[in-house]
């Protein structure tokens, strides 16, 4: 009884010590968590205390958490055991079993292989090209030249080598310094040294504009006609040159100086006297282009029979404005008429005499009669609105010089109505008219036929007709 009240008892005991225990337990934890609730500074030392057995019990449940990967690799190596052992069966050993050599176009390869029939292969690089000087082209001063360098596969490139300097031979009084390779013409020209007409430097007939009438006389010597009209612009004399036919000239003044001049022929140079420079008519291809340097306008005449060839040109100052709408000194209100073209008429038959004669021609003579019905016919085409050679009233040219008092003649007649326009201005004159006869087969049959004598022309300004200018010439000879 005894031993079992002392049973009793310890278990009873031990029983008050467990539950002692939990209590103290849970006293302290409820002392801990109440100092750090109701005090901030004295507390820290047991607050220290608190946290640093929080971070205590994380560092280790984090290790914990660290350790289970090294538990995986341990997993791993158990893999790699496994693999080795597979290995061990064969072991390719390569060598270098061929080469195919890189060129410059196609790369080339090693192939290794091992004993059981495996191979790889690893590409080569190309080889650079190997160039070398396959062809030079040597430059000229105008064309660049070049090398071209070549490789046997067929690729090439070429470099570029400069021009080569100009080889100039010293302006003339003709021509500036000029390229006797390439043509190639450098600044300007020197001046003119006209004595006698001729140039001392090239050598030259210059006609010259610009000079005066003392000048002239000087260069040229006495005229053989002169002929004054009188003009919107004042008066014009025309000195006429004609004992060389071949070498007929008219030298027109206007305010005391030479302002323009025709010249049958060519090898001569124009030349602008007051800044001496020349220009020298070489568009022969072109007939009645103008040619302008800003001093001096040209107009050549071109032959189109045959060859072409300068037959003859027209040179005036720019500035000087002449044609057959200036003559007569008045202003032409609308439908006024200008008839007073009798100067005209004698250079017409001039230059008409230097085409005839330039084909071998007997020269013609001058008639009032045949100027008279040229001009009666130029007026009533441009007052009676046609242009034809058979007037309204169905006469013809033979009818109208019976009118006046030439009868019983072979004739022929050229009419031309209209103007040009020369660098885009409307004009005419003349020279236009008559080169434009002798330019057209019809006409031109007319102007050389062999048995013609006698020759007048007439010339018409209407301002309110269909064409303004009418012009007739007509020829004629006795049975
Ligand atoms: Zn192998
Ligand atoms: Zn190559
Ligand atoms: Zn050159
Ligand atoms: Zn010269």
């Known amino acids: 009884m005894k031993r079992l009240f002392c049973l009793v008892l310890s278990i009873f005991l031990l029983i008050i010590f467990i539950s002692c225990a939990e209590q103290q337990t849970g006293s302290t934890d409820n002392t801990e968590s109440e100092t750090i609730g109701t005090s901030d500074t004295e507390a820290t030392p047991k607050d220290t205390t608190a946290v640093s057995d929080v971070t205590s019990e994380s560092d280790t449940s984090d290790l914990t958490t660290d350790t289970e ?222 040619i302008s340097d800003g001093n001096i306008d040209i107009l050549c005449f071109t032959d189109i029979i045959g060859s072409k060839k300068l037959v003859s040109s027209w040179a005036k100052l720019t500035e000087f404005d002449y044609g057959l709408n200036t003559v007569n000194d008045k202003t032409v209100f609308k439908g006024e008429e200008v008839t007073d073209y009798t100067t005209q008429n004698v250079l017409c038959l001039y230059i008409t005499n230097y085409y005839r004669m330039l084909n071998g021609l007997s020269p013609l003579e001058y008639s009032n009669e045949a100027s008279n019905a040229s001009l009666v016919h130029s007026i009533d085409m441009a007052r009676n609105g046609y242009f034809e050679h058979t007037d309204l009233n169905g006469n013809r040219a033979s009818y109208r010089l019976r009118n006046e008092g030439i009868d019983g003649v072979y004739c022929g007649e050229n009419i031309q109505a209209g103007y040009f326009y020369i660098n885009k201005t409307k004009t005419t004159n003349v020279f236009f008219i008559t080169h434009s006869w002798y330019t057209s087969q019809a006409h031109r049959e007319v102007m050389l036929t062999p048995e013609y004598k006698h020759f007048g022309a007439g010339f018409t300004y209407h301002s309110d007709s269909r064409y303004e200018y009418y012009s007739t010439q007509v020829y004629f000879r006795y049975p």
């Open 69 to 290: 990967p090294v538990t995986d690799t341990e997993t791993d190596t158990a893999e790699i055991t496994e693999t080795e052992a597979v290995t061990t069966v064969h072991e390719h050993s390569y060598s270098l079993s061929s080469t195919v050599d890189s060129t410059c176009t196609k790369k080339g390869s090693k192939t290794y292989s091992c004993a059981c029939g495996k191979s790889y292969s690893e590409e080569l690089k190309l080889l650079p090209h190997s160039y070398s000087l396959s062809s030079t082209k040597n430059s000229t001063c105008s064309i660049n030249g070049s090398k071209t360098f070549s490789c046997s596969c067929g690729s090439s490139y070429s470099e570029a080598l400069d021009l080569l300097p100009h080889s100039y031979t010293p302006a003339t009084c003709t021509s500036p310094e000029t390229c006797s390779v390439c043509g190639y013409k450098n600044g300007s020209m020197l001046p003119h040294n006209v004595v006698d007409s001729v140039c001392t430097i090239c050598g030259k007939e210059v006609l010259c504009l610009g000079i005066t009438e003392s000048e002239l006389i000087q260069i040229a010597g006495e005229p053989n006609d002169i002929i004054v009209e009188s003009t919107s612009v004042g008066y014009v004399t025309t000195y006429i040159y004609c004992s060389n036919m071949m070498k007929l000239r008219f030298y027109q003044l206007h305010n005391g100086k030479v302002s323009a001049i025709f010249s049958a022929g060519s090898g001569y140079i124009y030349c602008h006297m007051p800044t001496k420079k020349s220009h020298i008519p070489i568009a022969y291809d072109e007939n009645m282009q103008l």
